[in-house]
């Protein structure tokens, strides 16, 4: 997996830091030549060639810095390079630090260069080890350099550049302007981490928006889902009526001038086809009673008449009406072997035509309910049949 890219922010701080910190500490030493080369007093030989010495490696080393940066800007991407950045603007100060024994500002400006410099010149969330790893290195480098290599290697009190008043006034200038930048990266990023959050606010209100749509938009999916389901089942039941209607104007046709038993026989065996019952019995309205004109599969039962219960229930309604056969009459079926039905099915036929009336009632028997949906296209069919029987009766 490829590394992160660095934050530009990072990058653009370093770029701004780092020529005005090799430009100030050129210029800085370019005062120190000044200052050195008009200085009336006598200087001891030893301070006085270290000295000129520190003011030409300033300028070359600080030269070399702005040059390596201006020719290869992509060198600040490497951690390596501002880590050597820091260390190069702050190593002259600490060589005082070892060969003077008097304080100036670069006994603490120093650790503060490096603590600054480790927050904004080091991506913390990818480079946090570099960071961490400079301040660390470099401060323990200062106070050794302080307090252990000082006492032992310190050539003078103090140093003509770095302790005069105009030159201590140089160092906390320069300490101050970069205290200065150091702030305004501190409220850049401050600038920044706001922007962050409202773009994550304006994000998170987007996306709240966009899942309302998708809400809606599921919900109006699911919508004419259920739309092109309930039309798809009204096709299908549709079909089912047509060709269920087709089917029965068939019978009525091929079985018209027969007689009513021979039709309702007929009827019956259509009806086993559709239906899947075990056995059934045609009645014919006859004299305020009922008489079993036609079976299926239940002959002993051919020419009885009856009246009242449940077939009359049925008539009453004058829909198709499905009952437990323990609530109807308990009819074994000798043809069946020894299966007892478990509903009755009736089916009244009306007629609307010729003063209206029950004409038949069919009774069916099943081992399972039969299907609602067949039983209902059914019953919407009777009044057909009823009529056609009537009909028949006339002619």
């Known amino acids: 997996m490829p590394p992160e890219k660095l934050d530009s922010?990072?990058?653009?701080?370093?770029?701004?830091?780092?020529?005005?910190?090799h430009s100030f500490t050129a210029f800085y030493a370019l005062l120190g030549a000044l200052v050195l080369a008009s200085h009336q007093a006598p200087i001891p030989h030893l301070a006085y060639v270290y000295q000129w010495s520190?003011?030409?490696?300033?300028?070359?080393?600080?030269?070399?810095?702005?040059?390596?940066?201006i020719l290869y800007p992509a060198a600040i991407e490497n951690p390596f390079s501002r880590a050597a950045t820091i260390l190069s603007l702050m190593l002259p100060f600490i060589a005082n630090q070892v060969f003077f024994r008097a304080m100036d500002a670069s006994h603490v400006g120093s650790l503060a260069v490096f603590f600054t410099s480790s927050l904004v010149l080091f991506d913390l969330k990818q480079e946090s080890k570099w960071a961490m790893g400079t301040l660390i290195s470099y401060s323990a480098l200062a106070l050794i350099a302080q307090y252990v290599l000082s006492p032992r290697l310190a050539i003078a009190e103090e140093s003509v550049i770095t302790h005069l008043p105009f030159m201590r006034f140089g160092w906390q200038f320069l300490l101050l302007i970069w205290f200065i930048l150091f702030l305004r990266v501190v409220i850049q990023k401050d600038k920044q981490l706001h922007a962050l959050r409202m773009q994550e606010k304006a994000i998170l209100a987007e996306k709240e928006v966009l899942i309302g749509r998708l809400r809606l938009s599921q919900e109006e999916?699911?919508?004419?889902?259920?739309?092109?389901?309930?039309?798809?089942?009204?096709?299908?039941?549709?079909?089912?009526?047509?060709?269920?209607?087709?089917?029965?104007?068939?019978?009525?046709?091929?079985?018209?001038?027969?007689?009513?038993?021979?039709?309702?026989?007929?009827?019956?065996?259509?009806?086993?086809?559709?239906?899947?019952?075990?056995?059934?019995?045609?009645?014919?309205?006859?004299?305020?009673?009922?008489?079993?004109?036609?079976?299926?599969?239940?002959?002993?039962?051919?020419?009885?008449?009856?009246?009242?219960?449940?077939l009359e229930t049925a008539a009453a309604l004058s829909t198709p009406y499905l009952v437990p056969v323990s609530l109807s009459r308990n009819l074994h079926i000798p043809s069946i072997a020894t299966l007892q039905p478990k509903y009755a099915l009736y089916l009244p036929i009306r007629a609307d035509v010729g003063g209206g009336g029950i004409v038949a009632v069919l009774e069916l028997l099943f081992l399972e309910a039969p299907q609602a949906e067949k039983v209902e296209l059914l019953g919407e069919l009777l009044p057909r049949i009823g009529d056609y029987l009537r009909m028949q009766r006339v002619a």
Request: net charge neutral; aromatic share 14%; with cysteine.
């Open 9 to 21: 922010s990072t990058l653009r701080n370093f770029r701004i830091l780092a020529l005005t910190g």
């Open 221 to 310: 999916a699911e919508a004419r889902y259920a739309e092109a389901q309930r039309l798809q089942e009204e096709l299908r039941r549709e079909i089912a009526r047509t060709q269920l209607s087709a089917r029965y104007e068939t019978l009525m046709r091929q079985n018209y001038g027969k007689s009513t038993p021979d039709f309702l026989r007929a009827l019956l065996e259509t009806l086993h086809d559709d239906l899947g019952f075990l056995g059934g019995i045609a009645y014919q309205t006859k004299e305020g009673g009922f008489e079993a004109v036609a079976t299926y599969a239940l002959p002993q039962y051919l020419g009885q008449s009856f009246s009242g219960g449940l």
């Open 54 to 69: 520190w003011v030409i490696a300033c300028l070359l080393f600080h030269s070399a810095f702005l040059l390596f940066y």
